[in-house]
T-cell receptor, first 114, second 116 residues
Framework: QQQVKQSPQSLIVQKGGISIINCAYE??????FPWYQQFPGKGPALLIA?????SEKKEGRFTISFNKSAKQFSLHIMDSQPGDSATYFC?????????????FGTGTRLKVLA | GAVVSQHPSWVICKSGTSVKIECRSL??????MFWYRQFPKQSLMLMAT?????????EQGVEKDKFLINHASLTLSTLTVTSAHPEDSSFYIC????????????FGDGTRLSIL
């Protein structure tokens, strides 16, 4: 019940295309869902996050879509660029944004072709 | 954005050596810090959660005596890998969370530990 399932494991997208990564969870107590971007040899960096009272959140080219009833959320990267090539992790937690441990997905390695 | 500094970024040492990794929150007070381990092409594996002034809470399967965590102030937590062996070689990452409940965790840039 504590798992967060992430798919796909890897993704190849042409420059300018849309990258879509999906996550699903079971624990209805989760109330904060961040997405992190990680480049090789670096720590994860927060991209965007959403709470379950909102169905969509957009920041620049990045959008989170949230389906509370289906217990799913997804990251959309519009106009994907080669610089977006990285590993993306979804996560979920409860009790506040940072206080409690995050449950991470298994990661998606995105490659954007020039 | 919030900055978390981790030091050193890379360390190579001989088997049997103890190694200390520092995690500092540079522009906010971190009441809670987390230590992760990451193997190549895998997700982050939480090792322990530390609250300032309290003993760390370790995840199941993580040896407390092997991985010593100290969170002595609101800006500094340390992870000491005691008597390190080659199987301890990994990428160690810390994250920090502030006192405001709606602020996310911010991660350091990790420490690559290689035990010869």
């Amino acid at each position: 019940q504590q798992q967060v399932k992430q798919s796909p494991q890897s993704l190849i997208v042409q420059k300018g295309g849309i990258s879509i990564i999906n996550c699903a969870y079971e624990n209805t107590a989760f109330d904060y869902f961040p997405w992190y971007q990680q480049f090789p040899g670096k720590g994860p960096a927060l991209l965007i996050a959403i709470r379950p009272d909102v169905s969509e959140k957009k920041e620049g080219r990045f959008t989170i879509s949230f389906n509370k009833s289906a217990k799913q959320f997804s990251l959309h990267i519009m106009d994907s660029q080669p610089g977006d090539s990285a590993t993306y992790f979804c996560a979920a937690t409860s009790g506040g944004a940072g206080t409690y441990k995050y449950i991470f997905g298994t990661g998606t390695r995105l490659k954007v072709l020039a | 954005g919030a900055v978390v500094s981790q030091h050193p970024s890379w360390v190579i040492c001989k088997s049997g050596t103890s190694v200390k990794i520092e995690c500092r929150s540079l522009d906010f007070q971190a009441t809670t810090m987390f230590w992760y381990r990451q193997f190549p092409k895998q997700s982050l594996m939480l090792m322990a959660t530390s609250n300032e002034g309290s003993k760390a809470t370790y995840e199941q399967g993580v040896e407390k005596d092997k991985f010593l965590i100290n969170h002595a102030s609101l800006t500094l937590s340390t992870l000491t890998v005691t008597s390190a062996h080659p199987e301890d070689s990994s990428f160690y990452i810390c994250s920090a969370a502030g006192t405001v409940s709606n602020q996310p965790q911010h991660f350091g840039d990790g420490t690559r530990l290689s035990i010869l």
